[in-house]
């Protein structure tokens, strides 16, 4: 847990901080959000600092005590097999379905549906490609990694029932691209 907190910007900004701005634009202050994969609270705090209440959620159990001792509203949740309750105004997941298979993201993408209010929204992030892979990067441990390409993902959230899709890409690396995708429920 250290060693993914030491190698992860610790503050909100760039881009980063103007998906998320984007993502909260017109919500007002009472929206009730839900943030999956929360692991040390970065972006729930910058949240949080803007007047918003997030809860959070992470699967592994360190992340939530860690979230909680910081004092956020926190609780271990599996995104592909727990129930997510809602409605949620907001549904928000940086860097969490990435790590999960083309199956499991779609799973999840119907959870998170279910689970938003009427013109909810879900924003999540994804890294570009084709591939999947095992990596050792950040945490010395496998980790899973799901690649997706814009139209691959575009097409996934829209025949889910999403509207409003939209998707933006930035350059993070030399090698890595992110995707920023920020869809609505209509009802």
Request: contains cysteine; proline residues 2%; glycine residues 6%.
């Amino acid at each position: 847990m250290q060693e993914y907190i030491n190698t992860t910007a610790q503050d909100v900004s760039g881009v980063v901080k103007e998906w998320l701005d984007e993502t909260l634009a017109g919500l007002p202050k009472n929206a009730r959000i839900l943030e999956l994969g929360s692991a040390f609270g970065r972006d729930a705090s910058y949240i949080q600092n803007l007047g918003y209440s997030v809860a959070c959620t992470d699967a592994t159990r360190a992340f939530v005590n860690l979230l909680q001792e910081k004092g956020f509203n926190a609780r271990q949740l599996d995104a592909i097999n727990d129930n997510l309750d809602g409605p949620y105004d907001l549904v928000l997941a940086n860097a969490v379905l990435l790590h999960f298979t083309r199956e499991e993201t779609e799973k999840v993408l119907c959870k998170v549906l279910g689970a938003l209010s009427e013109n909810g929204i879900f924003a999540f992030t994804l890294k570009q490609g084709e591939d999947e892979k095992w990596s050792y990067d950040k945490l010395g441990a496998p980790r899973f990694f799901c690649f997706w390409i814009h139209d691959q993902i575009y097409q996934l959230v829209k025949n889910t029932g999403f509207v409003d899709v939209k998707i933006s890409g930035y350059k993070a690396t030399a090698h890595n691209t992110w995707l920023q995708i920020i869809a609505r429920k209509l009802k």
